[in-house]
């Protein structure tokens, strides 16, 4: 499949001159092959628009300690949650670790680029100096991180390396038109939804009022945003009776609110109606440790119109479908590891037609990087290697927690908190830094069928939290 993959994406990567982009970062690259060197989690956010608007988003850096494994760090600018480390080891079983301190810099998001400053700089060289050198996993490979890696690799005079792929391949993945691009190149168009990248506000209101009169509703895409964050969502009853001066107005006051400085096109796409947002989860490794890895296939849990991410549960499709995700996601994703993707990705599809007969999946992004399925999804694989049960996770937001303390939630839940000792208990929680300021924490909820774990989070969760 990698053989096949990389002749398809031959002329993509000669195009982006992705080789010569690629050769700043080489020496950088993680290959697989140092598993006794510690490693730096590291959940910068700061490449992606827009995520200023979650609340308490500052704090999602601490989801990286959950990944951190004896011997490992992970960085954070804002302190732990009062009692959530004692959790961590009481109740999941999970190893202590270090967590570097970073001095919060301007913008607030960016962990890297703190990190590369003060005390956290000279703790990573001293990591560094004192053993094998250092392996920096990022959320995602933006620059910064690759920039962090260099500095430390440079200071300690050990080996440094960065588990994600090089920013240039970083951006083809999650760059939503290039993703489209190489969708359509191993499975056709047929597997796209429609959609039109334009460069301006005239060819956009143009795309955008050509799909209004072939779809229900039709909407507006900046290229690399996440959560639905860079998305606009019309009702083409409406496009169809504006005039030209009015679609330009909503399409122009779209570009204000995204920040769109002129210099990335703006997809205008066809929202179609879907009952089922399936996503895969993936692990691409290097290309010459072996094939990539299916790791999973979920139902996404989407609120609004605009569809936000708040969380996920394992597929309960039909297999037809479920094999149809895994089959095509497997491909697409030999595509990304033959132009150099490394590490954690997944896909986002809509489900048309009936999925007990004639279906059909369409692509509708790729998420290269780490992210709301994936973390709860690893956290259990580490947690129940003997595997997954049914489950459900989401963000779990009530006015009426705000003001409460971690410590305050334990308590209420009592026995149903999981416990690793035991194996009893359904309910897991992560995330837990916004729930003081935003009454906002993750949970995931076990169950041994899967509505068992849906009733278990959706109803009895908040009963028990007297909400």
């Known amino acids: ?7 398809a994406m031959m002329p993509l990567a000669e195009r982006h001159r992705l080789a010569e982009q690629v050769e700043p970062f080489r020496e950088l690259l993680w290959r697989g092959d140092d598993a006794e ?58 190893e202590p670790v270090e967590m570097i301190s970073a001095t919060q810099v301007d913008p607030p998001l960016a962990l890297s680029k703190a990190c590369c400053e003060g005390k956290a700089r000279a703790r990573l060289i001293e990591i560094a100096k004192s053993g094998k050198g250092l392996t920096i996993q990022p959320f995602m490979g933006a620059e910064k991180a690759w920039e962090l890696a260099a500095i430390v690799a440079s ?32 499975l056709g168009t047929d597997w796209l939804v429609e959609g039109h990248l334009a460069a301006g506000v005239d060819e956009l209101v143009s795309a ?4 209004a009169g072939r779809y229900d509703r039709v909407a507006l895409k900046r290229l690399r945003c996440a959560s639905a964050m860079g998305n606009s969502v019309f009702e083409s009853v409406v496009i169809r009776k504006q005039s030209i001066k009015e679609v330009t107005a909503e399409v122009a006051s779209f570009l204000e609110r995204t920040e769109w400085r002129g210099d990335e096109g703006v997809f ?50 039909p297999q037809a479908v479920n094999d149809s995700l895994a089959e095509s996601s497997l491909r697409v994703a030999s595509a990304l590891q033959a132009l150099g993707y490394i590490g954690r990705c997944s896909f986002d599809f809509i489900l048309g037609g009936d999925p007990e007969g ?21 956290l259990l694989d580490r947690l129940l290697p003997q595997g997954r049960p049914p489950y459900r996770a989401r963000d779990f937001v009530y006015p009426g927690l705000v003001g409460a303390a971690f410590t305050d939630v334990l308590d209420l839940v009592g026995e149903e908190v999981w416990n690793h000792q035991s194996r009893k208990g359904r309910y897991l929680f992560y995330n837990t830094g916004p729930l003081r300021a935003s009454g906002k924490l993750d949970v995931i909820a076990l169950g041994t069928t899967q509505s068992e774990a849906d009733d278990a989070l959706e109803e009895k969760l908040p009963k028990m939290l007297g909400l």
């Not at 490449?47 to 300690?65: C, M, N, T």
Request: proline share 9%; with cysteine; hydrophobic share 40%.
């Open 358 to 378: 004639d279906f059909q999946l369409k692509f509708t992004e790729c998420n290269g990087r780490w992210g709301g399925t994936s973390t709860p999804m690893a």
């Open 37 to 94: 060197t510690p490693m730096l989690h590291i959940d910068d956010f700061s490449a992606i628009p827009f995520l200023v608007d979650i609340s308490g988003v500052e704090e999602y850096q601490h989801r990286a300690r959950l990944r951190a494994r004896k011997g490992d760090f992970y960085a954070a600018v804002t302190p732990p949650t009062p009692g959530y480390e004692k959790y961590c080891g009481r109740m999941l079983g999970l």
């Open 155 to 186: 200071e300690s005079e050990k080996n440094v390396t960065v588990l994600a792929p090089p920013p240039p391949v970083t951006w083809l993945a999650n760059d939503k038109a290039t993703f489209s691009e190489i969708v359509a190149q191993l």
């Open 1 to 7: 499949m990698l053989d096949e993959a990389r002749m």
């Open 268 to 317: 205008a796409v066809a929202w179609e109606k879907s009952e089922h947002s399936p996503s895969t989860q993936l692990w691409i490794p290097p290309q010459q440790r072996g094939p990539v890895r299916l790791d999973g296939v979920y139902e996404q849990l989407l609120a609004g119109r605009r569809g936000v991410f708040v969380g996920s549960r394992p597929s309960t499709l």
């Open 208 to 211: 955008l009022v050509a799909l």
